[in-house]
């Protein structure tokens, strides 16, 4: 069992920068590929960015590729996801997401999942 939660979602300007934060509980942190998700009002959800297990590999969507930098520190059972130039496009609600093995671009591949950090983006 794997517990995640999230912060450091909160509002931010057109261009500026977040950093968001999930801790996840249990001794075999490693050995999960995270993901980050996202979900705006009315909209379906969307895979963002993932980091694999072991080497930690990224991936990142398209809209994103560029701005935002998905990271972990397996130490710390920790994974971040640093957010750059942010648009307005980018307010959502931001869920992280872990699954056993490899990465996944789809959310239904993944076991476990944070309560969600809403970050809302100005123009």
């Known amino acids: 069992q794997v517990q995640l939660v999230e912060s450091g979602g909160r509002l931010a300007q057109a261009g500026g920068s977040l950093r968001l934060s999930c801790a996840a509980s249990?001794?075999?942190?490693?050995?999960?590929?995270m993901g980050w998700f996202r979900q705006a009002p009315g909209k379906q959800r969307e895979f963002v960015a993932a980091?694999?297990?072991?080497?930690?590999?990224?991936y990142y969507s398209d809209s994103v590729k560029g701005r935002f930098t998905v990271s972990r520190d397996n130490a710390k059972n920790t994974v971040y996801l640093q957010m750059n130039s942010l648009e307005p496009e980018d307010t959502a609600a931001y869920y992280c997401?872990?699954?056993?093995?490899?990465?996944?671009?789809?959310?239904?591949?993944?076991?476990?999942w944070g309560q969600g950090t809403q970050v809302s983006v100005s123009s």
């Open positions: 997401a872990a699954r056993s093995g490899s990465w996944s671009p789809h959310g239904l591949d993944y076991d476990y």
């Open positions: 249990g001794r075999t942190f490693s050995s999960y590929s």
């Open positions: 980091i694999s297990w072991g080497p930690g590999v990224s």
